[in-house]
């Protein structure tokens, strides 16, 4: 398993970006994956970007699926870029059921990141947001955890 993760993770490093339109973005992905820790392996980012919330209108979501194996820990980061009204916030969900989030609503407290140990394999879904349906952009980068 860890020759094939490996295999993978320089497959997607060596794929091709073009850096004209990403640059600052690739400095938030870079800044984010540093802040993740030292004891963990980069999988995956995710750049969002989302307007304010409509009056009277849900907060617009960034929903993105992925696949988590069982027995595995992950740790989910989050980083707001400059000048982004809001505070990005990531809460993962199986089946509908939340499992996680970065933002409890009963304290109001704020995370940069939140660990989660995954009991069974299967497809997640992970919902980006903004805090208080404010606009923003940022990033967010999942993690395994060695």
Request: glycine content about 8%; overall charge positive; proline content about 4%.
């Amino acid at each position: 398993m860890n020759r094939r993760f490996a295999i993978i993770s320089l497959a997607l490093l060596l794929l091709p970006f073009p850096a004209k339109s990403q640059a600052a973005t690739d400095d938030l992905v870079t800044s984010c994956v540093l802040a993740a820790g030292d004891n963990t392996t980069y999988l995956k980012d995710f750049r969002i970007q989302l307007p304010k919330a409509a009056a009277n209108a849900p907060a617009p979501v960034y929903k993105a699926n992925m696949y988590l194996m069982k027995n595995m820990k992950y740790r989910f980061s989050v980083c707001d870029a400059p000048g982004s009204q809001g505070e990005l916030t990531i809460t993962i969900y199986d089946q509908g059921k939340q499992l996680i989030s970065s933002f409890n609503k009963g304290t109001g407290k704020k995370y940069s990141s939140v660990d989660f140990i995954c009991n069974k394999t299967g497809l997640y879904t992970l919902w980006y947001d903004f805090t208080g349906g404010e606009q923003g952009s940022g990033v967010g980068v999942v993690c395994m955890i060695k």
